[in-house]
């Protein structure tokens, strides 16, 4: 017997369908009241690792298995998943595919229904688990209509009422506002000091780092290159797949070779006509039920040359928002002209040669067979030259780093991979403007540095929307910054001028990073915010 309530022995696994193993002898265990980070570059085994500890693997993803797992000294290569998701719970990665219930009460209340649990311990458990992610107010809601980072907690809250001794996150913090990540934090670091096993595989390690995980795993291509305490990991880690505390990433850059500067929207840059109108909204309202609008009175226009990130809290209406720019939305009152033209009067298809949009959600967007043809979809619709949809598609590939997956069913990908997946196919639609939802959810630090840089320096386009949590990628990429607060446009400009002041961030559940703090130090000495690996050399 093990006092250990994990214990992972000599662990690997390799897909039927795939060349290689995705994990490979993989030892360790885990301790009650311990949470073990576990980081590394999007596609490295980490979420194989968790569908092996939880039971996915070898029962519902097939392939070579060897070694064992030991829950509570037990192994678990015989136990039923009903046996397994007793002890153990799992968040996974795209809410999308966990949530069933269409109310967040018989959402939460699902797996404690599947025990047979009386009507009064049920609601008990809900409301407790609810009230500890201080989402209550929620519980009434239709699932439906949440936004993709409340989606998250409703998901993690549905895991906590089962109570169970081991908890596995997929990346909870990907869809998650700075502000809400701190609560899921919080929240996580209050379960371990009660007793329970976290694991935690998540990019966001800089997040993490501030409720002190007792220890760190770092993966690489499929085996384990550190486990330690968290002090060991800047040395241990590759800082351009982990993404660490800006300082710490200034004085590892210091080493290497100062980034090249890059040529942010070429095709704009050239053009002779100045900063021409793209998309205009004039006094838009919106709301999805009578009486309860989402969107009050949003005047803007998007120029050719911006670069805007579109920042605020989870449910603030962003992509209600960028939905009314595609045209997949239509106002209530006000109106959004693409082009000049009304988005009453043009279908969606037809706006697609205008905006293309990347969708929060992979699951959203991916049905083909294979990669190759759910690049090819959108150019192929709007009527590309075959030969011209081959060059695009291999571009589109290579700029996102997945060339070698070309044949490969895109929903055996893993969720990062799926996201640069359905990014890919819509750079390969070559649409004037590109419109991403939540681009770097799932991404390692080198892989949305990598896509970035490649994206803003592509001739095709002729502006760029985002919409992120992620303050840093503002910090880094923008050249505008929208702040969404309540329906509302809060605030317009610069990132230097909306993201110094620290009142409006936090009133908009926003964190300060220490890239952004590092920035407007330097500021006076460099006037203009930028990369820590720039940084490092000035």
Known sequence: MTDSSLVVENLSFRYRDRPGAAIHDISFDANPGEILLIAGASGCGKTTLIRAINGLIPRSYKGEFSGRILVFGEETLKWKLSQISQKIGTVLQDPERQILGTKVLNEVAFGLENLGMSRDEIFQRVDEALAHLKISDLRERETFLLSGGEKQKVALAGVLAMRPGILLLDEPLAS????????????????????????????????????????VMFVSEGQVRYLGALDGLSKAANYREVKLPAEQIVERAKADAAPAEIKILPGAAASTSGPETLVRFE????????????????????????????????????????????????????????????????????????????????????????????????????????????????????????????????????????????????????????????????????????????????????????????????????????????????????????????????????????????NLKRLPQTGRFMRAETLAHI
Not at 179 to 204: F, P
Not at 286 to 313: S, T
Not at 461 to 472: G, K, M, N, Q, S
């Open 176 to 215: 998650l506002d700075p502000a809400s990540a701190q609560e899921t934090l919080d929240a996580v670091r209050r379960l371990a000091d009660e007793g329970m096993t976290v694991l935690m595989v998540e990019h966001r390690v800089e997040d993490v780092l501030r409720i002190r995980p007792e220890r």
């Open 283 to 518: 006094h838009v309202g919106f709301g999805y039920d009578v009486g309860a609008d989402v969107l009050h009175n949003i005047n803007l226009e998007i120029k050719r040359g911006d670069v805007i990130a579109v920042l605020g809290p989870n449910g603030a209406g962003k992509t209600t928002f960028v939905k009314h720019a595609i045209g997949l939305l239509k106002p209530k009152s006000g109106r959004v002209l693409v082009d000049g033209k009304d988005t009453r009067e043009a279908s969606v298809a037809q706006i697609a040669g205008m905006l293309g949009y990347v969708f929060q959600s992979p699951s959203h967007m991916l049905f083909a067979p294979t990669v190759h043809d759910e690049l090819a979809f959108g150019p192929t619709n709007l009527k590309h030259p075959k030969d011209q949809i081959e060059q695009e598609v291999k571009e589109a590939l290579k700029i996102v780093n997945l060339s070698e997956k070309e044949q490969d069913p895109p929903l055996a990908l893993s969720f990062g991979q799926q996201k640069r997946v359905s990014i890919a196919a819509i750079l390969a639609m070559r649409s004037r403007i590109l419109v991403m939802d939540e681009p770097t959810a799932g991404q390692d630090y080198q892989n949305y540095m990598n896509f970035m840089d490649s994206i803003l320096q592509m001739p095709a386009f002729e502006a760029i929307l985002f919409i992120t949590h992620d303050v840093d990628l503002a910090v880094i990429y923008a050249n505008r910054v929208l702040m969404i607060a309540d329906g509302r446009l809060v605030a317009d400009g610069k990132p230097q001028d909306v993201l110094r002041d620290f009142d409006r961030l936090k009133a908009c559940r926003l964190v300060p990073t220490s890239l952004l703090a590092l």
